[in-house]
């Protein structure tokens, strides 16, 4: 076939080069100015934003998608890292390159591997905006699994790279940038 034909001939230039994968689940966050964050078009897909909007009064509430899931208060669990600490791992990836570049391709977990609930989050939430947040319990989404996250110390070792900012950071950080920002960037 012509694809393995075609790795066939590739395949001295592939065992040359270098590539690095970064994996991550939920960035969150934004820039501690308040003046680079995230501004969905529309309804957020993410849960920061999304109880961000609710915290400000865009949302009238936040639906929570099941809460009996085998977690500690029956909420999804996920790893969340901050969006400047999911900067800085991809500087210490291309410092790896400026170090001792990898043959091949490696990859690596950024996060900070430990996951919180939705629950976790919405509290987390309300103590940095000082906000109520409504939800409300809605049953569980096709597909989700109870909790996910990843297992960052190989980044930890190989690229000296660790997640710093807390959940406080994230919440305290996102929710600067809804202040300043209340109906988004367009609205400014």
Excluded at 12 to 19: F, G, T
Excluded at 48 to 54: D, K, R
Aim: contains cysteine.
């Amino acid at each position: 076939s012509l694809s393995l034909s075609l790795s066939l001939s590739l395949s001295p230039l592939l065992q040359e080069w270098s590539a690095v994968i970064l994996r991550y689940f939920n960035p969150v966050g934004a820039h501690e100015s308040g003046r680079i964050g995230e501004d969905p078009k529309g309804a957020p897909n993410n849960l920061m934003p999304y109880i961000s909007q609710v915290a400000i009064g865009r949302r009238p509430f936040l639906s929570v998608f099941g809460n009996d899931y085998d977690t500690p208060d029956g909420t999804g669990v996920r790893d969340y890292i901050h969006v400047v600490d999911l900067a800085c791992g991809h500087v210490a990836a291309l410092q790896l390159f400026e170090r001792d570049a990898p043959v091949g391709c490696v990859t690596y977990n950024l996060g900070t591997g430990q996951g919180y609930s939705v629950l976790e989050m919405v509290e987390a939430m309300k103590v940095a905006s000082k906000a109520e947040i409504a939800y409300k319990i809605v049953d569980r989404r096709p597909g989700d699994l109870a909790s996910v996250y990843g297992d960052p110390s190989k980044a930890a070792v190989e690229l000296g790279f660790q997640a710093k900012k807390t959940l406080s950071d994230m919440c305290v950080d996102s929710w600067r940038w809804q202040q300043m920002n209340p109906q988004g960037f367009n609205a400014a």
